[in-house]
């Protein structure tokens, strides 16, 4: 990083350069490259605030993602490292994503190997010992502490890293509150710099989840303090990921257990199973039964092929699960598997609903089966006929079953295994079992899965809930070897379902796009807006009919031609488009004048990128030229009846305010005749009469000022801030005479084109305002920044706020609230501002004062 830090300021002709590390976690930046510090490399924190407020600093950015930054020292050449720094911002990111894409690509390796390893255990407190080796790599801790859950007490029964030795208790209470707060928690808990007072251990970071097995809680995992790898990472604790990383390794030791109990279970049933072993004889005789019923599979799954219908398929494989001349299970129990909700939902159940007529049932079923010659014709045909809305399909309509953490189903989906459940194993299952027992009424069924290629696609319940005949191991055998056959089937026709489904709905998706093109084709040629797309060159794209009457040329002869060939009328409005090539933005003209064959005309015109689907590029400007002639001269004549009424109303104004000074000029001229030859009246008489002639000039020239027309302005470029000071020291006299005090609140700010006299005359005239509306003691604030591409200047004044009814009209010509003055001050700093340099002013009512406010454009020279 040093080298790169060099390699930096000696192109950027740098005087020195520090290159940080943006730390998320902490919202700090670390020093890790330099050129004049090195002792403080990995030491050197600064927070995020601090460093970006360094005019000097440059951001380090990656998709929106801040890496890190570089801090210069009197750069001369910025825009020769533009492409280093864009490089050394990926580079950083990449860095970061590739460490934390490696550290997970482990850990998910470690994942796989814990359930290896849990697995391989056939003994609790080996796999105690276990589970804290394997969590300790896997999170990379120093230490790992399992207390397991005895009676009310929480029990010091494995550790890695850590012995008896180093725990104040070995037994803590359940009340203790580190313990109430890890069992409350559902996913865990995560503490940095934190302490525990049941051992002597310093404690940087920690991660713990209670260890659960169903409803109830095993104990507590605890992983203290994260091993510091080789090398720079951005985190040295640990984090939300590893807490959610604990809470599935928990999860999975939970199922570890389970298993222990489970085979505990299954251990003893084989033992009393083992006890029961029929002689050489029943063998023959389940060897025989079980060549008839693999007969029957081979038919079973003939039928099945045989029909790319699923539904069909469902009552195939069903009607061959529960006939007599099938495999002869009592009720047959379908269950599809949905992903995205991790739910069984029923789809189809097969079987008696009661015992009432039963033997009869089965009597004409056996009837019906027996006049057909082959068993796989008799469950295609009988399948087309069979209704399976009613009986015990309607008890499953809307049933759905979780099968996440599910004693069962987790094991029958995504362990893919046969669960035989005898009334022994109901009963010790207990609770976890009794969704399906109360369902199904009875204690002894099969769960079957129905697995595809890749993945199990269903569930099948069979149960003999009627005859009350045992599921032997020949039957869960079979069931196996059909249920693969049937998975595959199912999913075969499944696919071929969809797959017609999908042509179809391309066909139909052909079809509505080939009208959507054409009627989106014809919206654009019966538009009255005229459109035309340019792209990079110049070139015409497409356009409509309105641009061919417009340039008075078809359209074979516009598409493909360059703008520049329209002639002087176009070229300029057309030329605005490469603009938007340049800025990346929507570009929009009002009141466009354009010199067509036709005269003249007046068009909104608007400049829209045409970017590419995924947005990244940009392939076109798409121009509209909307014609708002009729519209402009309506408008016209509108601003002129506006303008004669406004003339009417200012005159009667102009004689009011002419009038005072008139009245008092002649009432001293009449005093003046009569005291004509008193020396020291008629020079009184004078200075009075001097005077109200110069108040007179002053209104007429205001007057005038207002009156005029928007003036040619004179630009320059300048400081807006240097601005501000100069008018605030003139105005400094008279505001100390007041005993005000003016305050600045000056932001850095670009250089503006505009008329510096202009702009000065507005703000004398508001400084001046809130210096005579000010008490004394009060305060005055300057204030200025920068939005964008606009400067934004404010005046703000201790007083009392203007209320919100003379708000509306202090810009009106002619309306003041001084006992003197023409009211025509702020209505020419509004002209100054708006018509003459396209900015905006207005004041605001704030509880402890009035702030005037204008912004103007910062324009460069030659816009």
Not at 181 to 208: C, H, M, R, W, Y
Not at 800 to 815: A, D, G, M, Q
Request: contains cysteine.
């Amino acid at each position: 990083m040093s080298q790169i830090a060099q390699i930096i300021c000696s192109q950027a002709n740098a005087e020195h350069c520090d290159l940080f590390i943006y730390e998320s976690q902490k919202d700090h930046f670390r020093l890790v490259g330099t050129t004049h510090q090195h002792e403080k490399i990995g030491v050197l924190k600064i927070n995020s605030n601090t460093l970006m407020n360094d005019s000097h600093t440059i951001k380090l950015e990656y998709n929106g993602k801040l890496t890190g930054a570089i801090a210069l020292r009197n750069p001369k050449n910025l825009p020769a490292i533009d492409n280093l720094l864009e490089e050394l911002a990926f580079s950083l990111w990449w860095l970061d994503r590739f460490t934390e894409l490696e550290n997970t690509a482990e850990r998910y390796h470690n994942m796989s190997q814990l359930t290896d390893a849990f697995y391989s255990y056939d003994d609790q407190d080996e796999l105690k010992k276990e589970m804290v080796k394997v969590v300790a790599k896997i999170l990379r801790a120093d230490m790992v502490l399992f207390l397991e859950k005895i009676s009310e007490n929480y029990v010091f029964t494995a550790g890695f890293g850590i012995d008896r030795n180093q725990l104040l208790v070995e037994s803590i209470p359940q009340s203790h509150p580190f313990i109430s707060k890890i069992e409350k928690s559902d996913s865990g808990i995560l503490n940095i710099k934190t302490q525990i007072d049941f051992a002597s251990i310093p404690v940087k970071s920690l991660i713990a989840v209670p260890l659960r097995l169903q409803d109830r809680i095993l104990g507590v995992l605890i992983a203290i303090n994260k091993i510091s790898e080789e090398g720079y990472r951005t985190r040295y604790s640990f984090d939300e990921f590893d807490l959610s990383t604990l809470h599935e390794v928990a999860r999975r030791i939970s199922l570890a257990y389970t298993r222990l109990e489970y085979q505990n279970n299954l251990k003893k049933e084989i033992e009393k199973l083992k006890n029961y072993t029929k002689r050489y004889e029943d063998l023959i005789k389940q060897q025989q039964l079980y060549l008839k019923k693999m007969d029957l599979v081979h038919n079973i799954s003939n039928a099945m092929r045989a029909s790319y219908d699923p539904n069909n398929v469902y009552k195939i494989l069903l009607l061959g699960l529960t006939s007599g001349r099938g495999l002869g299970f009592n009720r047959a129990l379908l269950l599809l598997r949905d992903r995205k909700t991790e739910t069984l939902f029923g789809k189809i159940w097969l079987g008696p609903s009661s015992e009432e007529d039963i033997t009869k049932i089965w009597r004409e079923a056996e009837r019906r089966a027996m006049s057909y010659g082959d068993f796989s014709q008799y469950l295609r045909e009988e399948a087309l006929m069979l209704d399976i809305s009613n009986g015990l399909t309607k008890k499953i309509e809307g049933k759905m079953f979780h099968y996440k953490d599910h004693p069962v189903f987790e094991r029958v989906v995504l362990r893919r295994k046969l669960i035989h459940i005898t009334p022994p194993l109901a009963k010790s299952m207990g609770e976890a079992v009794k969704d399906l027992t109360n369902l199904l009424e009875t204690e002894e069924f099969a769960v079957v899965p129905l697995i595809g290629k890749w993945d199990t696609i269903g569930v099948l319940i069979l149960d003999n809930k009627f005859t009350g005949n045992p599921i032997s191991e020949i039957d869960t055998e079979v069931l196996k070897i059909i249920a693969d056959s049937a998975g595959l089937t199912i999913e075969n026709a499944t696919n071929y379902e969809e797959l017609r489904k999908k042509t179809e709905s391309l066909e139909q998706q052909k079809n509505m796009i080939d009208y959507l093109r054409k009627f989106s084709e014809s919206i654009l040629q019966n538009l009255t807006t005229a459109v035309i797309v340019i792209d990079r060159q110049g070139k015409v794209l497409e356009c409509n009919k309105r641009v061919e009457q417009l340039l008075g040329l078809p359209k074979e002869r516009v598409i493909g031609s360059a703008y520049t060939d329209f002639g002087e009328a176009f070229q300029d409005v057309f030329g605005v488009a490469m603009k938007v090539f340049e800025r990346g933005e929507t570009i929009t003209l009002s009141r466009y004048r354009i010199e067509t064959a036709n005269g003249e005309r007046f068009f909104d015109t608007k400049y829209s990128p045409l970017w590419d689907i995924a947005g990244s590029s940009m392939n076109g400007v798409i121009v509209t030229l909307e014609d708002v002639t009729d519209q402009y001269l309506l408008e016209q004549e509108r601003k002129d009846k506006e303008k004669l009424a406004l003339l009417g109303e200012m005159s009667a104004r102009v004689a009011h305010e002419l009038r005072n000074p008139i009245t008092v000029i002649g009432g001293f001229l009449n005093r003046l005749k009569k005291n004509i030859s008193d020396p020291q009246a008629r020079e009184r008489y004078l200075n009075i009469l001097s005077n109200e002639v110069d108040n007179l000039q002053n209104i007429v020239s205001e007057i005038l000022e207002f009156s005029r027309s928007a003036r040619n302005i004179d630009e320059s470029k300048f400081q807006i801030n240097e601005l501000i000071e100069e008018v605030a020291f003139f105005m400094q006299e008279k505001a100390a005479r007041n005993k005000i005090n003016l305050e600045f609140m000056l932001s850095p700010l670009q250089e503006v084109v505009a008329d510096r006299n202009r702009i000065k005359r507005v703000l004398i005239n508001l400084v001046q305002n809130a210096i005579e509306a000010t008490p004394q003691g009060g305060r005055i604030i300057l204030k200025s920044q920068q939005d964008q591409d606009r400067v934004l200047v404010s005046v703000f004044n201790t007083g009392e706020p203007i209320s919100e009814e003379n708000l509306r009209k202090i810009f009106v010509p002619f309306y003041t609230t001084k006992t003197y003055g023409t009211g025509l001050g702020l209505p020419i700093c509004k002209k100054i501002i708006e018509d003459e340099h396209g900015g905006r002013i207005w004041a605001e009512s704030k509880p402890e004062g009035t702030e005037f406010k204008f912004e103007i454009p910062i324009k460069r020279e030659g816009e």
